[in-house]
């Protein structure tokens, strides 16, 4: 089985600041790792993966994420957030070696950017 | 690229009736997924196509749900007897697959359709 836990319903950060997403996540074998974000009305929008390799990942937007294998965690960070940066945001996992193709995603967390 | 297309993008139904959404993936993507999602929560896994083949599907879809894609592009999903609690949103996302270092393609999603049931 595979789990996504994103402990937070909602993020608030002022512009300009530094930002940090929070997920965990729980799979049998190593992990596939992906974050995704969601507008209004929208699809998901592929923002950036975890596969192997190093443990700090960069994607989309500015945005970036840590793998940390011990605490079983895949943070989203920015530098310094922008208004535009307000959405919902999706983390979501993949078990590398469960032979299934099923992506699972956490419930979301909506980050609020504060002009 | 044109990206994953989904048809209609809202639709309206009584209690009881039937529903059908087509999915339109990008055209060189050979696998295809549906999944749900409500108000609040992460979308759900419905079900998995590579090429036609349906390989796997969620224990959510109940036998009044089916989906086909009969010719390997273009997917359908079918909701017999719609009840209140399907109403959601209804996402589908295309992938490449079955090449060495694809098992890490990223999915690529359309805008979804949002059943409302009444």
């Known amino acids: 089985a595979q789990s996504v836990a994103q402990p937070e319903d909602q993020v608030n950060v002022a512009e300009g600041n530094p930002l940090t997403v929070k997920c965990t996540y729980s799979?049998?074998?190593?992990?596939?790792l992906f974050w995704y974000v969601q507008y209004p009305n929208r699809g998901l929008q592929f923002l950036l993966k975890y596969i192997t390799g190093d443990n700090l990942v960069k994607g989309s937007y500015g945005f970036e994420a840590e793998f940390n294998k011990s605490q079983t965690s895949f943070h989203l960070k920015k530098p310094s957030a922008l208004v535009s940066d307000s959405a919902l945001y999706f983390c979501a996992v993949r078990d590398r070696d469960g032979g299934y193709q099923k992506v699972t995603f956490g419930i979301g967390t909506k980050l609020q950017v504060i002009p | 690229d044109t990206g994953v297309s989904q048809n209609p993008r809202h639709k309206i139904t009584k209690r009881g009736q039937n529903v059908t959404f087509r999915c339109d993936p990008i055209?060189?993507?050979?696998?295809l997924y549906w999944y749900r999602q409500t108000l609040g929560q992460g979308p759900e896994f419905l079900t998995y196509?590579?090429?036609?083949?349906?390989?796997?599907k969620s224990r959510l879809l109940s036998d009044r749900f089916s989906a086909e894609r009969p010719k390997g592009s273009f997917s359908t999903l079918e909701i017999q007897r719609t009840e209140q609690g399907d109403s959601a949103m209804y996402l589908c996302a295309s992938s490449l697959g079955g090449q060495v270092g694809s098992y890490n393609s990223p999915l690529h999603f359309g805008n979804g359709t949002r059943l409302t049931v009444t």
């Open positions: 799979v049998s074998g190593n992990p596939y």
């Open positions: 196509f590579q090429n036609e083949a349906q390989l796997e």
């Open positions: 055209s060189e993507h050979n696998r």
